[in-house]
């Protein structure tokens, strides 16, 4: 259950306990009805884990994928023979 101040770190010790036989988890609890279900997301459960919110997660993302575009349209043949050379 992932609502109050708990955040749900228990995930985070049983998994580091389990590293030979891994423990799925497939969807959490955040409230007290069985709508309160939700997939789980292990991207998003690890940035609210840390203070980061969804906007904060996306926009360093696209940062991230604007500075790898920018290598690769810089990118020719001749960089290609000497990176395998």
Excluded: C, W
Aim: charged share 30%; aromatic share 6%.
């Amino acid at each position: 259950k992932l609502d109050g101040t708990a955040k749900g770190g228990v995930l985070v010790a049983i998994t580091a306990d389990r590293k030979d036989r891994p423990l799925p988890i497939y969807f959490v609890g955040v409230g007290e009805q069985i709508d309160d279900l939700q997939p789980f997301n292990a991207r998003a459960f690890a940035s609210a884990l840390v203070g980061l919110d969804q906007s904060e997660e996306d926009a360093a993302r696209e940062t991230a994928r604007a500075e790898a575009m920018k290598h690769v349209k810089d990118f020719n043949l001749e960089d290609a023979i000497n990176e395998s050379a």
